[in-house]
């Protein structure tokens, strides 16, 4: 998409003020939204989000103008604003109707298996469009999640969200749900360790894929030229990859437990990133298997905290969740941004890694932050 912008005569400075609108618009609109789809119900904000992001996609592959851009980025951010915390409640709830909310980190898995599956088609075919014009793979996109607004449309609303007084639930009320469920001593520690520190590190992978991956291509004997093809193949076998490992997310659960996999998880991605800082090659294998943890990882967290909450509510206290995350994110932006300029991307993952280790080690010391 950058080379997109690029080519409507955007600059940089102008792309970075399109990702900030969207963030503030992501931290703006977490809570609103998340109330909006409790009150309304959890299909009818998928609904909303869906239609929402598919007309922001054709207006964007339509745009001539930076104003007309910025427009276009604030209504895609709530698009997925409305989707976000939705989506989860939705599940969670749906299997609570069967008595089957024990697996939704199982389900969720496979469906991030299978978006990552398709992502992986999608990422070759849209280069190959994006090379007759950059518009088309916008065209196409905005198509098929117009198709998901049809399918959305056949979902039914979960009889345990019906059986609630959603229609009684005041702003203050909902306030009072997300500041209980934010300090309840069975999430505060997880909070700090999944939602602030280890999602925002990790975060940072996925900013410095390009860049580093361009870095170690080139220094083992790759021609610049090749990079660009190369990219386009990795992203490919990094969806696969990631489908992969998160189709086992079930399996995953069953055999390591997530208790376990929280506790282990940010030390071996910590060093991990520490690592190829010194052997700068270990980056390529780590960044494959980055989204597929990554993705298992968000699953469990959406397990671990759907247990702990209720229904009512559901969607905004996960909506709120993603608003801490969203902030945790800042700090760790800029200053990576920073080093990255002054020493370079894979010093400033390092950093990154290290803070994720201390940090980690901090809160266990504190608190137990996963409990049986």
Not at 240 to 247: D, E, F, R
Request: glycine fraction near 10%.
């Amino acid at each position: 998409m950058y080379l997109f912008f690029l080519a409507q005569g955007l600059s940089f400075t102008q792309i970075a003020i399109l990702e900030a609108l969207y963030n503030v618009t992501t931290l703006v609109g977490e809570i609103p939204t998340g109330y909006v789809g409790d009150r309304i119900g959890r299909r009818n904000s998928l609904l909303v989000g869906t239609v929402l992001i598919a007309v922001t996609l054709l207006g964007i592959g339509l745009s001539e103008s930076f104003l007309a851009l910025a427009v276009l980025y604030v209504c895609w951010s709530m698009g997925y604003n409305f989707r976000s915390g939705s989506e989860d409640a939705w599940l969670y709830d749906t299997l609570t109707d069967d008595l089957s909310e024990s697996e939704f980190a199982h389900v969720r898995g496979r469906g991030e298996s299978a978006s990552l599956a398709v992502g992986a088609v999608a990422a070759i075919t849209g280069g190959y469009l994006g090379s007759i014009d950059l518009s088309y793979p916008w065209f196409v996109a905005a198509a098929v999640t117009g198709l998901g607004a049809v399918v959305v449309l056949t979902l039914g609303e979960p009889e345990s969200y019906r059986e609630t007084d959603a229609d009684d639930l005041s702003l203050r009320r909902t306030v009072g749900i997300v500041r209980d469920a934010l300090s309840s001593r069975n999430l505060r520690s997880f909070i700090l360790y999944y939602y602030v520190l280890y999602a925002a590190v990790t975060y940072l992978v996925f900013v410095f894929v390009q860049p580093i991956f361009e870095t170690v291509v080139v220094s083992v004997g790759v021609s610049e030229s090749q990079v660009e093809s190369l990219l386009g193949w990795f992203y490919a076998g990094y969806s696969l990859v990631g489908a992969v490992i998160s189709y086992y997310t079930g399996a995953i659960k069953e055999t390591i437990g997530v208790r376990s996999w929280f506790l282990i998880l940010p030390f071996v991605v910590g060093t991990a990133l520490v690592g190829m800082y010194f052997v700068p090659i270990l980056a390529l294998p780590t960044f494959l298997v980055a989204r597929g943890l990554s993705d298992v990882t968000r699953s469990f967290a959406g397990q671990y905290v759907n247990d702990r909450i209720e229904t009512l509510g559901r969607a905004t206290v996960l909506s709120s969740m993603a608003m801490v995350s969203g902030l945790a994110v800042v700090p760790f932006q800029l200053g990576s941004g920073v080093i990255s300029d002054r020493v370079s991307p894979l010093f400033a993952l390092a950093v990154a890694g290290g803070v994720l280790v201390v940090g980690s080690g901090a809160i266990l010391v504190w608190e137990i932050p996963v409990s049986e």
